[in-house]
């Protein structure tokens, strides 16, 4: 019996000459502008080649680039969002915080706290301190999860509104 022979080495030319166009056209349909486009497809076949594909027919190939495609794009999506909230929370902190590195909003925090009822301190420490999840609390505190839901999201906003009223100058 003998082996099936090695696999040709990839033609990277013909693979991209074969598939730029509908792997591009693709980008776009997922919401890739031009430029982002272009550049997601040069990393597509980046991938490729370095994980050394090998041609096994027009559809499993365009499956294959699709796919590293779309991974792709919503890696670089994540990345936008993720520098776009960095950048909001920096100029917050310049804003807001520079003149005392963010002692006032600390100190406020701390003393809206200090007023918080034995039973949302606890849902607080829990969820917050011991990374407890919301159905090991509810057992704890005797209500259902969806219980511990709200009343962590009653929590937060009475939290952040006694820290603005703090903060007034």
Same mark, same amino acid.
Request: glycine letters at 8%; hydrophobic letters at 40%; proline letters at 5%.
């Given at each position: ?65 699709? #796919?590293? %495609? /779309?991974? !792709?794009? *919503? ?5 936008? @969002? =993720? &520098? +776009?909230?960095?950048?909001? $929370? ?45 159905? #090991?609390? %509810? /057992?704890? !505190?005797? *209500? ?5 839901? @709200? =009343? &962590? +999201?009653?929590?937060?906003? $009475? ?11």
């Amino acid at each position: 019996m003998s082996a099936a022979p090695p696999p040709a080495p990839l033609d990277l030319g013909g693979l991209v000459a074969r598939h730029q166009q509908s792997v591009w056209r693709y980008l776009r349909v997922l919401g890739a502008l031009p430029d982002l486009a272009d550049d997601l497809l040069q990393d597509t076949f980046v991938v490729a080649l370095r994980r050394g594909l090998v041609d096994q027919g027009y559809a499993a190939t365009s499956a294959f680039l699709r #796919a590293t %495609a /779309r991974h !792709l794009f *919503l890696k670089s999506r994540r990345a936008r @969002t =993720a &520098l +776009r909230e960095v950048e909001e $929370a920096d100029l917050v902190w310049q804003q807001e915080c520079s003149a005392d590195d963010g002692a006032g909003w600390f100190a406020a925090l701390e003393g809206c706290l200090h007023d918080v009822p034995p039973r949302s301190r606890r849902l607080l420490e829990g969820t917050y301190g011991e990374g407890l999840g919301r159905s #090991a609390l %509810a /057992r704890e !505190l005797g *209500l259902s999860v969806s219980g511990i839901k @709200t =009343a &962590l +999201r009653r929590l937060r906003a $009475a939290l952040r509104d006694c820290v603005k009223r703090r903060r007034k100058p």
